[in-house]
């Protein structure tokens, strides 16, 4: 393999790897304009940092439980309760495929978020959000970020 071609190549996989990725303030804008800021009493800190710890901002990250459910999307929504992936018993509550959980426009996933925190327990039904970001000063994730 001649070496511009290896370049190339590996220049590509970067891309594609980066391209699953959101940057922090472009998520807290996305998630500004769909009303999130307060939806439920949960600030856009709440959601940045829920966002981190599930995915670390990766919309298409997806991660396979020891009870053979899937978990989806930059929010890591499990297919046992809220979506559909054809693979494990799901309630489907959010109506939604869960491949359509991993589309860069977050629709999907954003609707089905509100949907899980305006239900009982709220951002607690996520095990990491209530291990480190609930009950913590969290302004720090819109540091930098102008919505403008």
């Not at 891309?15 to 807290?28: F, K, T, Y």
């Not at 800190?45 to 991660?63: G, P, Y």
Request: charged fraction near 20%.
């Amino acid at each position: 393999m001649t070496r511009p071609l290896l370049i190339s190549l590996v220049s590509c996989l970067v891309a594609v790897s980066q391209a699953s990725l959101i940057n922090r303030c472009d998520l807290a804008k996305v998630l500004h304009q769909e009303d999130l800021d307060g939806f439920e009493g949960y600030s856009l800190s709440d959601w940045l940092c829920l966002a981190f710890v599930e995915s670390e901002f990766n919309i298409t990250k997806v991660n396979e439980n020891t009870d053979g459910s899937f978990d989806y999307g930059i929010f890591q929504i499990n297919s046992h309760y809220w979506c559909n992936d054809y693979r494990s018993h799901t309630e489907n509550i959010c109506q939604v495929e869960c491949e359509e959980l991993l589309s860069p426009n977050l629709l999907s996933i954003i609707n089905c978020a509100k949907k899980i925190v305006s239900g009982a327990g709220g951002m607690k039904n996520w095990v990491k959000w209530r291990l480190h970001c609930a009950g913590r000063p969290l302004s720090y994730w819109m540091t930098g970020c102008h919505l403008g």
